[in-house]
């Protein structure tokens, strides 16, 4: 990473496909910022590379409080930055012209969701060809468009939950 902490990938392989180049999705786990480890989306890593024929990274990034934000997005932005370079691709036996996709669940769909934002803004290359984003936290009740305030229930229906309920989420 960027301050030299080094962070741990854990890779998936097709099962029974042959070892020519594959594209690759790089799939982040949730656990709001504060829990969770790479290898605990490997129950849908394996299916979607055997599935698509892809090789499936699972990065891993430095979890809250220990440390604070940004650490979550720039160990996650250095990851891909790192992961995209043709040389490491290489290494993965991955051709990024087959596919470069991110994704994640919760916090890692949130992740998702501005990796995708940042990598298209600026231009990073390869080109994204995908984002899958799982229920993430990208939208909060104060900037939904007016027209659209009516179906915003996300909130509202999830108030009471014994998790995430709006005591813990204030």
């Known amino acids: 990473m960027r301050d030299g902490y080094q962070s741990e990938l854990r890779i998936y ?3 029974g496909q042959s070892s020519t180049p594959r ?3 790089v799939l982040i786990h949730g ?3 504060c829990l969770g480890k790479n290898f605990s989306l490997g ?3 394996r299916p979607i590379a055997t599935l698509y024929n892809l ?4 990065p891993s990034y430095r979890l809250a409080p220990e440390h604070r934000f940004p650490a979550a997005p720039q160990d996650m932005w250095d990851s891909l930055k790192w992961l ?3 040389i490491h691709a290489k290494e993965l036996e991955c051709d ?3 596919g470069f996709y991110i994704g994640g669940v919760s916090a890692g769909g949130t992740l998702t969701a501005v990796m995708a934002q940042r990598w298209i803004s600026e231009g990073c290359q390869p080109p994204l060809m995908g984002a899958w984003v799982s229920v993430p936290c990208i939208l909060e009740k104060e900037i939904v468009p007016e027209q659209y305030q009516s179906l915003y229930l996300a909130r509202d229906q999830n108030a009471r939950s014994l998790v995430f309920n709006q005591e ?3």
């Open 13 to 15: 392989l097709p099962v």
């Open 23 to 25: 594209g690759m999705f």
């Open 31 to 33: 656990g709001g910022f």
């Open 43 to 45: 129950y849908l890593a």
């Open 55 to 58: 090789t499936v990274v699972c």
């Open 84 to 86: 995209s370079q043709d």
């Open 96 to 98: 990024l012209s087959l």
């Open 168 to 170: 813990a989420l204030e």
